[in-house]
C-alpha cells in the first residue's frame, strides 16, 4: 500500500493542490504495481512563518525578495 507524503509552504489554490494529488497518484499507479484504491497521498501545508531555511523564514525570504523588486 504505497503511501506519499508532501509538506509543502501554504499558499496554494485547492485547483493546484488536487491537480499535484491527481499527478502524483497516476505516477504511482503508473510505476508501482499497486491498485488505485490502496494509493494513498497526504498534503500538509506548513504556514510560511513555521519554515526557515538558513536561520530565515519563507516568508522573511519572500519579503525581501518583495523589497528588492
Known amino acids: 500500500m504505497p ?6 509552504a501554504e499558499g496554494r489554490s485547492p485547483q493546484q493542490l ?3 494529488l491527481s499527478a502524483v497518484h ?3 499507479l503508473t ?3 499497486a491498485r ?3 494509493i ?3 498534503v500538509r501545508e506548513v504556514p510560511r512563518t513555521h519554515w ?3 536561520n530565515q523564514t ?3 525570504m519572500h519579503a525581501s525578495r518583495s523589497k528588492e523588486q
Open 58 to 60: 519563507i516568508a522573511e
Open 52 to 54: 526557515s531555511t538558513g
Open 40 to 42: 494513498r497521498v497526504v
Open 31 to 33: 510505476t508501482v504495481d
Open 18 to 20: 488536487r491537480s499535484l
Open 26 to 28: 497516476e505516477a504511482v
Open 36 to 38: 488505485p484504491e490502496h
Open 3 to 8: 503511501n506519499v507524503d508532501i509538506t509543502l
